[in-house]
């Protein structure tokens, strides 16, 4: 998993590799106050991690290390009271990633931001449940500039009894078709893989679809949308 704050930070992270035409990358997006979110997904990060991170790695937006020694604001624009940092000390963090030793917290207003720009720069309606991206990325003509492609999204809401095991099972089996799609010569040097070379929507959309996802008939925007099948 590869937590960021905001939505240029993926884009920058993106143009930094600059070595690819088209690329497809995940983008987990899981509200930290969330119940359904912390129970069916975030329990896991550091499991998803560890099994992600040679095939492809889903950044996580509005999640921070700790950095209450910094002294970056951020624009208060949702309340007089609003964070006065990128990410207020909390006694507990949201999760660890064992890998880099690293706790992340939720920010709010960091993850408000972003839904924000989802939904202005990538036309991903957000439905308040946690979900999936996935997206297809052409770097610009000019280098400095993203375009987005082929866009899916997989909602995550769970409310059965079986909702741990199958969001848990459904990122086991995307990861199973990342591995195929990366080939061993791409992690063999022991490199995280945070995006998938190429065009791959279609081929995990394909191997997951029927067993674990249903399509969903009210498509927002032409981006296509599915849900976990119960």
């Not at 889903?58 to 910094?70: L, M, S």
């Not at 946690?130 to 052409?138: H, R, S």
Request: with cysteine.
């Amino acid at each position: 998993m590869n937590p960021v704050r905001t939505f240029d930070q993926i884009t920058q992270e993106i143009l930094n590799k600059n070595d690819f035409e088209t690329i497809t990358v995940g983008i987990l997006i899981a509200d930290g106050n969330q119940a359904s979110a912390k129970d069916y997904i975030i329990n896991y990060m550091d499991m998803f991690d560890r099994k992600s991170g040679k095939f492809i790695d889903f950044f996580v937006p509005g999640y921070c290390e700790d950095i209450f020694d910094n002294d970056v604001n951020i624009e208060r624009r949702y309340h007089p009271n609003a964070y006065g940092k990128w990410c207020c000390y909390r006694d507990i963090p949201i999760f660890n990633i064992r890998r880099n030793q690293t706790a992340y917290y939720f920010d709010k207003f960091l993850f408000d931001d972003f839904i924000i720009e989802m939904e202005e720069r990538m036309g991903i309606k957000y439905t308040y449940n946690p979900m999936l991206i996935l997206v297809e990325i052409n770097k610009g003509r000019d280098g400095e500039k993203i375009e987005f492609q082929d866009k899916v999204v997989i909602e995550l809401d769970e409310d059965s009894a079986r909702g741990v095991t199958r969001v848990g099972s459904l990122f086991d089996k995307i990861f199973e078709v990342a591995k195929k799609e990366v080939g061993l010569d791409r992690f063999r040097d022991n490199v995280r893989m945070y995006y998938i070379k190429g065009h791959a929507v279609k081929n995990i959309i394909n191997a997951i679809q029927g067993e674990w996802i249903e399509s969903i008939e009210d498509v927002i925007n032409n981006v296509k949308r599915f849900k976990i099948k119960r």
